[in-house]
């Protein structure tokens, strides 16, 4: 089963971004407007580095955060697409 946590972007070593289902720092989901934070996933027992006592999220509970349109994920596509 996955799990996710968001982190703030500071508090992510390397070896915690390259260890998770991402594979970088690059990779991982960032927030669109306020907070400079991350999500960080993996699978099951494979635990990246320092996320052993992080709060986790289920899959569920991440998308209502993501989804969320006042909070700081959530991104309009169609406002996006009038911008190209």
């Given at each position: 089963m996955r799990k996710y946590a968001i982190l703030n972007a500071e508090d992510i070593p390397t070896r915690m971004a390259n260890e998770s289902v991402d594979g970088s720092k690059d990779a991982?989901?960032?927030?669109?407007?306020?907070?400079d934070k991350r999500i960080v996933?993996?699978?099951g027992d494979n635990?990246?580095?320092g996320c052993?006592?992080?709060?986790?999220?289920t899959h569920a509970e991440i998308l209502a955060i993501v989804?969320?349109?006042?909070?700081?994920w959530w991104q309009d596509l169609d406002t996006?697409?009038?911008l190209t």
């Open positions: 991982l989901r960032r927030t669109v407007r306020n907070a996933r993996w699978d635990v990246p580095y052993a006592n992080v709060a986790t999220y989804n969320d349109e006042s909070g700081d996006l697409e009038d």
